[in-house]
Protein backbone atom coordinates (compact mmCIF):
# COMPACT_ATOMS: atom_id res chain seq x y z
CA UNK A 1 0.00 0.00 0.00
CA UNK A 2 1.22 3.14 -1.04
CA UNK A 3 2.36 5.83 2.49
CA UNK A 4 -0.93 7.74 2.72
CA UNK A 5 -1.11 11.59 4.06
CA UNK A 6 -2.56 11.83 7.66
CA UNK A 7 -5.35 13.49 5.93
CA UNK A 8 -6.12 10.69 3.77
CA UNK A 9 -6.15 7.95 6.58
CA UNK A 10 -8.21 10.16 8.26
CA UNK A 11 -11.00 9.88 5.54
CA UNK A 12 -10.25 6.50 5.75
CA UNK A 13 -11.31 5.75 8.79
CA UNK A 14 -15.28 5.19 8.86
CA UNK A 15 -14.36 4.38 12.64
CA UNK A 16 -16.30 6.65 15.75
CA UNK A 17 -12.56 6.99 17.00
CA UNK A 18 -11.00 7.80 14.00
CA UNK A 19 -9.77 10.93 14.99
CA UNK A 20 -7.87 9.54 18.06
CA UNK A 21 -6.38 7.12 15.52
CA UNK A 22 -5.69 10.19 13.72
CA UNK A 23 -3.61 11.44 16.69
CA UNK A 24 -1.80 8.57 17.26
CA UNK A 25 -0.66 7.97 14.09
CA UNK A 26 0.59 11.50 13.44
CA UNK A 27 2.49 10.51 17.26
CA UNK A 28 3.70 7.48 15.90
CA UNK A 29 5.44 9.30 12.69
CA UNK A 30 6.70 12.32 14.62
CA UNK A 31 8.46 10.74 17.41
CA UNK A 32 9.87 7.87 15.25
CA UNK A 33 13.64 7.37 15.84
CA UNK A 34 14.07 7.40 11.71
CA UNK A 35 12.33 10.75 11.97
CA UNK A 36 13.87 14.07 10.88
CA UNK A 37 12.17 16.83 13.18
CA UNK A 38 13.39 20.72 11.69
CA UNK A 39 12.31 22.34 14.97
CA UNK A 40 11.14 24.91 12.00
CA UNK A 41 7.38 26.05 13.01
CA UNK A 42 4.38 25.90 10.51
CA UNK A 43 0.80 26.97 11.32
CA UNK A 44 -0.01 23.51 11.16
CA UNK A 45 3.31 22.41 13.69
CA UNK A 46 6.79 21.78 13.08
CA UNK A 47 7.83 20.70 10.03
CA UNK A 48 8.89 17.05 9.90
CA UNK A 49 10.29 14.23 7.51
CA UNK A 50 9.60 10.74 8.53
CA UNK A 51 11.03 8.01 6.66
CA UNK A 52 8.80 5.21 5.29
CA UNK A 53 9.94 2.45 3.19
CA UNK A 54 9.31 4.34 0.07
CA UNK A 55 11.01 7.11 0.66
CA UNK A 56 14.26 5.28 1.04
CA UNK A 57 13.44 3.15 -1.84
CA UNK A 58 13.02 5.79 -4.17
CA UNK A 59 16.07 7.65 -2.69
CA UNK A 60 18.64 4.95 -3.09
CA UNK A 61 16.74 4.35 -6.85
CA UNK A 62 17.66 8.13 -7.67
CA UNK A 63 20.89 7.87 -6.03
CA UNK A 64 22.19 4.68 -7.86
CA UNK A 65 20.50 6.18 -11.67
CA UNK A 66 23.13 9.25 -11.15
CA UNK A 67 25.95 6.67 -11.59
CA UNK A 68 24.36 5.69 -15.29
CA UNK A 69 23.67 9.46 -15.63
CA UNK A 70 27.70 10.27 -14.84
CA UNK A 71 28.82 7.32 -16.68
CA UNK A 72 26.70 7.99 -19.96
CA UNK A 73 28.09 12.11 -19.37
CA UNK A 74 31.95 11.09 -19.13
CA UNK A 75 31.55 9.11 -22.09
CA UNK A 76 30.32 12.37 -24.54
CA UNK A 77 33.44 14.02 -26.46
CA UNK A 78 34.95 17.04 -24.88
CA UNK A 79 33.36 18.78 -28.06
CA UNK A 80 29.81 17.83 -27.15
CA UNK A 81 30.15 18.83 -23.02
CA UNK A 82 29.80 22.65 -23.78
CA UNK A 83 26.96 22.75 -26.25
CA UNK A 84 24.75 20.16 -24.45
CA UNK A 85 25.04 21.84 -21.03
CA UNK A 86 24.62 25.25 -22.43
CA UNK A 87 21.38 23.63 -23.94
CA UNK A 88 20.26 22.58 -20.59
CA UNK A 89 21.05 25.74 -19.09
CA UNK A 90 18.83 27.59 -21.99
CA UNK A 91 15.85 24.83 -21.00
CA UNK A 92 16.46 24.95 -17.35
CA UNK A 93 15.89 28.83 -17.51
CA UNK A 94 13.10 29.41 -20.08
CA UNK A 95 11.06 26.24 -18.27
CA UNK A 96 11.39 28.03 -14.47
CA UNK A 97 10.32 31.12 -15.97
CA UNK A 98 7.49 29.53 -17.91
CA UNK A 99 6.22 28.03 -14.86
CA UNK A 100 5.44 31.64 -13.02
CA UNK A 101 4.33 32.99 -16.88
CA UNK A 102 7.42 34.68 -17.55
CA UNK A 103 8.03 34.21 -21.26
CA UNK A 104 11.45 33.93 -22.22
CA UNK A 105 13.36 32.29 -25.18
CA UNK A 106 16.29 30.06 -25.64
CA UNK A 107 17.71 32.55 -28.27
CA UNK A 108 17.32 35.06 -25.35
CA UNK A 109 18.90 32.79 -22.87
CA UNK A 110 21.69 32.34 -25.68
CA UNK A 111 22.49 35.83 -25.65
CA UNK A 112 22.70 35.86 -22.41
CA UNK A 113 25.15 33.35 -21.88
CA UNK A 114 26.99 34.40 -25.04
CA UNK A 115 27.58 37.82 -22.93
CA UNK A 116 27.82 36.81 -19.37
CA UNK A 117 30.54 34.72 -20.75
CA UNK A 118 32.20 37.42 -23.10
CA UNK A 119 31.90 40.73 -19.87
CA UNK A 120 31.06 39.32 -16.45
CA UNK A 121 31.79 42.98 -15.85
CA UNK A 122 28.35 43.82 -17.47
CA UNK A 123 26.85 42.36 -14.10
CA UNK A 124 28.06 45.35 -11.85
CA UNK A 125 26.23 47.69 -13.16
CA UNK A 126 23.60 46.54 -15.45
CA UNK A 127 21.25 50.05 -15.29
CA UNK A 128 23.69 51.59 -17.26
CA UNK A 129 24.56 49.31 -19.62
CA UNK A 130 22.39 47.52 -22.68
CA UNK A 131 22.45 44.04 -21.69
CA UNK A 132 20.80 40.72 -22.71
CA UNK A 133 17.22 39.68 -21.09
CA UNK A 134 17.55 37.47 -18.42
CA UNK A 135 21.63 37.52 -18.52
CA UNK A 136 21.83 37.41 -14.35
CA UNK A 137 19.93 34.85 -14.33
CA UNK A 138 21.24 32.48 -16.84
CA UNK A 139 24.65 33.42 -14.97
CA UNK A 140 23.17 31.72 -12.22
CA UNK A 141 22.81 28.88 -14.10
CA UNK A 142 25.75 29.15 -16.07
CA UNK A 143 27.61 29.58 -12.17
CA UNK A 144 26.57 25.88 -11.06
CA UNK A 145 29.34 24.49 -13.00
CA UNK A 146 31.42 26.07 -11.10
CA UNK A 147 30.26 24.46 -7.90
CA UNK A 148 29.20 27.80 -6.09
CA UNK A 149 28.60 27.40 -2.47
CA UNK A 150 25.06 27.98 -1.38
CA UNK A 151 23.88 31.07 0.39
CA UNK A 152 25.42 31.96 3.79
CA UNK A 153 23.83 34.90 5.14
CA UNK A 154 20.20 36.50 4.48
CA UNK A 155 21.72 39.20 2.47
CA UNK A 156 22.91 36.44 -0.07
CA UNK A 157 19.56 35.33 -0.63
CA UNK A 158 18.44 39.05 -1.26
CA UNK A 159 21.50 38.99 -4.06
CA UNK A 160 20.61 35.82 -5.47
CA UNK A 161 16.78 36.83 -6.07
CA UNK A 162 18.21 39.98 -7.28
CA UNK A 163 20.05 37.98 -9.92
CA UNK A 164 16.87 36.16 -11.18
CA UNK A 165 14.24 39.04 -11.76
CA UNK A 166 15.89 41.78 -12.49
CA UNK A 167 14.53 41.87 -16.09
CA UNK A 168 10.95 40.06 -15.32
CA UNK A 169 9.57 42.27 -12.11
CA UNK A 170 7.06 44.94 -12.21
CA UNK A 171 7.58 47.69 -10.73
CA UNK A 172 4.52 47.36 -8.21
CA UNK A 173 6.92 44.52 -7.00
CA UNK A 174 10.20 45.64 -6.07
CA UNK A 175 11.21 45.78 -2.62
CA UNK A 176 13.45 49.09 -1.81
CA UNK A 177 15.74 49.03 0.56
CA UNK A 178 14.43 46.09 2.61
CA UNK A 179 15.72 42.70 1.97
CA UNK A 180 12.03 41.05 1.84
CA UNK A 181 8.71 41.90 1.41
CA UNK A 182 7.25 44.40 4.08
CA UNK A 183 3.57 43.74 3.28
CA UNK A 184 1.32 40.49 2.86
CA UNK A 185 1.13 38.32 0.44
CA UNK A 186 -1.57 35.74 -0.72
CA UNK A 187 -1.25 33.04 -3.75
CA UNK A 188 -4.91 32.56 -4.97
CA UNK A 189 -6.70 30.22 -7.59
CA UNK A 190 -8.48 31.15 -10.42
CA UNK A 191 -12.19 30.67 -8.67
CA UNK A 192 -10.48 32.94 -5.94
CA UNK A 193 -9.65 30.18 -3.16
CA UNK A 194 -6.71 30.96 -1.58
CA UNK A 195 -3.92 28.86 -1.82
CA UNK A 196 -1.21 30.06 0.79
CA UNK A 197 -0.60 33.07 2.89
CA UNK A 198 2.93 34.17 2.66
CA UNK A 199 5.10 34.34 6.27
CA UNK A 200 4.51 38.07 8.39
CA UNK A 201 5.43 40.29 9.22
CA UNK A 202 9.38 40.99 7.70
CA UNK A 203 10.98 40.05 10.81
CA UNK A 204 8.97 36.95 10.46
CA UNK A 205 10.16 36.19 7.11
CA UNK A 206 13.84 37.29 8.26
CA UNK A 207 13.49 34.61 11.53
CA UNK A 208 12.60 31.67 9.15
CA UNK A 209 14.70 32.30 6.29
CA UNK A 210 17.13 31.87 9.07
CA UNK A 211 15.92 28.55 9.78
CA UNK A 212 16.23 27.78 6.72
CA UNK A 213 20.06 28.55 6.52
CA UNK A 214 20.51 26.15 9.50
CA UNK A 215 18.50 23.41 7.75
CA UNK A 216 20.16 23.94 4.56
CA UNK A 217 23.70 23.31 6.28
CA UNK A 218 22.55 20.27 8.76
CA UNK A 219 24.69 17.50 8.17
CA UNK A 220 22.80 14.65 10.20
CA UNK A 221 20.09 14.42 6.90
CA UNK A 222 20.90 13.17 3.47
CA UNK A 223 21.18 16.29 1.77
CA UNK A 224 18.77 15.01 -0.98
CA UNK A 225 15.86 15.29 1.79
CA UNK A 226 17.59 18.42 3.09
CA UNK A 227 17.66 20.26 -0.18
CA UNK A 228 13.45 19.37 -1.08
CA UNK A 229 12.25 20.42 2.69
CA UNK A 230 14.43 23.60 1.34
CA UNK A 231 12.35 23.81 -1.56
CA UNK A 232 9.33 23.38 0.40
CA UNK A 233 10.42 26.08 3.17
CA UNK A 234 11.34 28.96 0.83
CA UNK A 235 8.07 28.58 -0.55
CA UNK A 236 6.27 28.59 2.01
CA UNK A 237 7.76 31.91 3.17
CA UNK A 238 7.42 33.42 -0.20
CA UNK A 239 10.26 36.04 0.75
CA UNK A 240 9.36 38.30 -1.91
CA UNK A 241 5.96 39.84 -3.57
CA UNK A 242 6.98 38.04 -6.89
CA UNK A 243 9.86 35.62 -8.38
CA UNK A 244 9.89 32.86 -5.50
CA UNK A 245 9.32 30.56 -7.43
CA UNK A 246 11.99 30.82 -9.85
CA UNK A 247 14.66 31.89 -6.85
CA UNK A 248 13.43 28.76 -5.27
CA UNK A 249 14.22 26.64 -8.32
CA UNK A 250 17.17 28.25 -8.44
CA UNK A 251 18.30 27.24 -4.71
CA UNK A 252 17.11 23.94 -5.19
CA UNK A 253 19.16 23.22 -8.22
CA UNK A 254 21.91 24.67 -6.19
CA UNK A 255 21.54 22.43 -3.12
CA UNK A 256 21.00 19.44 -5.29
CA UNK A 257 24.32 19.99 -6.87
CA UNK A 258 25.97 18.17 -4.32
CA UNK A 259 24.54 14.78 -4.22
CA UNK A 260 23.38 14.81 -8.16
CA UNK A 261 25.39 15.34 -11.08
CA UNK A 262 25.00 19.30 -13.35
CA UNK A 263 22.88 17.67 -16.46
CA UNK A 264 20.30 16.04 -13.78
CA UNK A 265 20.26 19.38 -12.17
CA UNK A 266 19.71 21.28 -15.31
CA UNK A 267 16.72 19.03 -16.40
CA UNK A 268 14.68 19.72 -13.35
CA UNK A 269 12.72 22.85 -14.39
CA UNK A 270 11.35 20.81 -17.58
CA UNK A 271 9.78 18.01 -15.52
CA UNK A 272 8.59 20.46 -13.16
CA UNK A 273 6.67 22.31 -15.82
CA UNK A 274 5.20 19.18 -17.46
CA UNK A 275 3.86 18.18 -14.07
CA UNK A 276 3.03 21.78 -12.90
CA UNK A 277 -0.27 20.16 -11.06
CA UNK A 278 1.55 17.63 -9.20
CA UNK A 279 4.18 20.12 -7.99
CA UNK A 280 1.86 22.71 -6.66
CA UNK A 281 -0.30 19.99 -4.95
CA UNK A 282 2.75 18.96 -3.26
CA UNK A 283 2.85 22.21 -1.34
CA UNK A 284 -0.98 22.13 -1.03
CA UNK A 285 -0.96 19.01 0.70
CA UNK A 286 2.21 19.51 2.98
CA UNK A 287 0.12 22.90 4.48
CA UNK A 288 -3.37 21.15 4.50
CA UNK A 289 -4.08 21.21 8.72
CA UNK A 290 -4.90 17.50 9.11
CA UNK A 291 -1.07 16.57 7.53
CA UNK A 292 0.10 18.55 10.85
CA UNK A 293 3.29 19.80 8.75
CA UNK A 294 4.57 16.82 7.71
CA UNK A 295 6.76 16.95 4.64
CA UNK A 296 7.06 13.36 3.51
CA UNK A 297 4.61 13.32 0.71
CA UNK A 298 6.43 16.53 -0.84
CA UNK A 299 10.06 15.24 -0.64
CA UNK A 300 9.02 11.96 -2.22
CA UNK A 301 6.83 14.03 -4.90
CA UNK A 302 9.59 15.75 -5.74
CA UNK A 303 12.38 12.83 -5.66
CA UNK A 304 9.51 11.25 -8.21
CA UNK A 305 10.13 14.33 -10.68
CA UNK A 306 13.95 13.95 -10.07
CA UNK A 307 14.18 10.68 -11.07
CA UNK A 308 11.56 11.07 -13.97
CA UNK A 309 14.43 13.91 -15.26
CA UNK A 310 17.12 11.62 -14.59
CA UNK A 311 15.12 8.76 -16.90
CA UNK A 312 14.22 11.16 -19.73
CA UNK A 313 18.30 12.29 -19.49
CA UNK A 314 19.74 8.97 -19.82
CA UNK A 315 17.26 8.18 -22.59
CA UNK A 316 18.50 10.99 -24.56
CA UNK A 317 22.19 10.91 -23.93
CA UNK A 318 21.91 7.26 -24.85
CA UNK A 319 20.31 8.15 -28.17
CA UNK A 320 22.73 10.73 -28.95
CA UNK A 321 25.93 8.05 -27.75
CA UNK A 322 24.35 6.04 -30.60
CA UNK A 323 24.30 8.95 -33.18
CA UNK A 324 27.52 10.06 -32.15
CA UNK A 325 28.78 6.20 -33.10
CA UNK A 326 26.53 6.29 -36.47
CA UNK A 327 28.11 9.54 -37.85
CA UNK A 328 31.71 8.17 -36.43
CA UNK A 329 31.36 5.51 -38.47
CA UNK A 330 29.99 7.11 -41.84
CA UNK A 331 32.74 10.10 -41.48
CA UNK A 332 34.95 6.56 -42.43
CA UNK A 333 33.17 6.55 -45.62
CA UNK A 334 33.73 10.36 -46.76
CA UNK A 335 37.31 9.84 -46.66
CA UNK A 336 39.10 10.52 -49.80
CA UNK A 337 36.27 12.85 -50.79
CA UNK A 338 37.48 15.91 -48.56
CA UNK A 339 40.54 16.75 -46.64
CA UNK A 340 41.34 15.68 -43.54
CA UNK A 341 41.21 18.77 -42.06
CA UNK A 342 37.61 19.50 -43.68
CA UNK A 343 36.30 16.12 -42.06
CA UNK A 344 37.66 17.58 -38.90
CA UNK A 345 35.54 20.43 -38.78
CA UNK A 346 32.60 18.26 -40.29
CA UNK A 347 32.93 15.77 -37.75
CA UNK A 348 32.88 19.10 -35.19
CA UNK A 349 30.03 20.34 -37.18
CA UNK A 350 28.06 16.82 -36.52
CA UNK A 351 28.31 16.90 -33.04
CA UNK A 352 26.60 20.33 -32.85
CA UNK A 353 24.28 19.17 -34.83
CA UNK A 354 23.42 16.62 -31.83
CA UNK A 355 24.05 18.49 -29.24
CA UNK A 356 23.58 22.35 -29.68
CA UNK A 357 20.18 24.13 -29.21
CA UNK A 358 20.50 25.45 -32.79
CA UNK A 359 22.77 23.14 -34.69
CA UNK A 360 25.36 25.82 -35.54
CA UNK A 361 28.62 25.71 -35.96
CA UNK A 362 31.11 28.80 -35.32
CA UNK A 363 34.10 29.22 -37.26
CA UNK A 364 35.78 30.84 -34.20
CA UNK A 365 35.12 27.74 -31.89
CA UNK A 366 36.45 25.43 -34.16
CA UNK A 367 39.97 27.52 -34.84
CA UNK A 368 40.26 27.17 -30.84
CA UNK A 369 39.39 22.89 -30.67
CA UNK A 370 41.50 22.30 -33.76
CA UNK A 371 44.22 24.73 -32.60
CA UNK A 372 45.41 26.22 -35.62
CA UNK A 373 44.75 29.54 -37.65
CA UNK A 374 41.68 30.96 -39.36
CA UNK A 375 43.01 30.92 -42.54
CA UNK A 376 43.54 27.33 -42.57
CA UNK A 377 39.86 26.43 -40.77
CA UNK A 378 38.55 29.27 -43.14
CA UNK A 379 39.50 26.70 -46.32
CA UNK A 380 38.50 23.82 -44.52
CA UNK A 381 34.41 25.26 -44.09
CA UNK A 382 34.91 27.14 -47.80
CA UNK A 383 35.81 23.25 -49.21
CA UNK A 384 32.58 21.51 -46.44
CA UNK A 385 30.41 24.66 -48.58
CA UNK A 386 31.82 23.96 -51.83
CA UNK A 387 30.87 20.20 -51.59
CA UNK A 388 27.35 21.14 -50.42
CA UNK A 389 28.07 19.68 -47.01
CA UNK A 390 27.82 22.62 -45.11
CA UNK A 391 25.74 26.40 -45.31
CA UNK A 392 26.57 29.17 -43.69
CA UNK A 393 23.88 30.68 -41.82
CA UNK A 394 25.25 33.95 -40.50
CA UNK A 395 28.65 36.41 -42.35
CA UNK A 396 29.55 37.68 -39.13
CA UNK A 397 30.30 36.21 -36.60
CA UNK A 398 30.74 33.09 -39.85
CA UNK A 399 28.02 30.66 -38.38
CA UNK A 400 27.17 27.47 -40.48
CA UNK A 401 24.82 24.53 -40.37
CA UNK A 402 24.28 21.06 -42.05
CA UNK A 403 22.51 20.48 -44.92
CA UNK A 404 20.48 17.79 -45.82
CA UNK A 405 22.73 16.55 -48.09
CA UNK A 406 25.31 15.88 -45.46
CA UNK A 407 22.59 15.37 -42.85
CA UNK A 408 21.60 12.20 -44.73
CA UNK A 409 25.58 11.18 -45.18
CA UNK A 410 26.04 11.18 -41.92
CA UNK A 411 22.81 9.27 -40.65
CA UNK A 412 20.80 12.31 -39.20
CA UNK A 413 18.06 12.71 -41.59
CA UNK A 414 15.26 10.81 -39.06
CA UNK A 415 16.07 13.44 -36.16
Known amino acids: MAYRTLEKTLHADRSS ?39 SVVNEQVLRRERRVSALWRGLPTVALCPFIRSL ?18 REIE ?24 IEFAKLYLGLTENPKPPQTLQDIR ?26 VVVERADGRVLHTGVAPEQKIEDMLTQWLELSE ?11 LCHFLFGY ?12 RYLLSLQLSEPLSQPTVLSLSRTIAENKAAYYRAFDTTERPLNRAEGTHFVLTMLGLVAEAQEDLIANLEEKRTLLQLIEDRLKACEGRVSQRALDVLYYAAQMEVFDAFQETRM ?18 DELVSEGLLVRVSKRPPVFRLTEQSRGLLGLTSR
Do not use: C
Open 364 to 381: SEVVTWLGVSVPTVRRAF
Open 111 to 134: LALDQAQRDSSVLKNVATKEHAPF
Open 159 to 184: NIYDAVVSDALDSRDRLGDSLFRTGQ
Open 237 to 248: IHPFYDGNGRTG
Open 218 to 228: RDDMPETYRAI
Open 89 to 106: IMDEVVYSNEIEGVHSTR
Open 17 to 55: ERFEHHDELFRQRFTSESTFRTGILLDTGELFLAVPREL
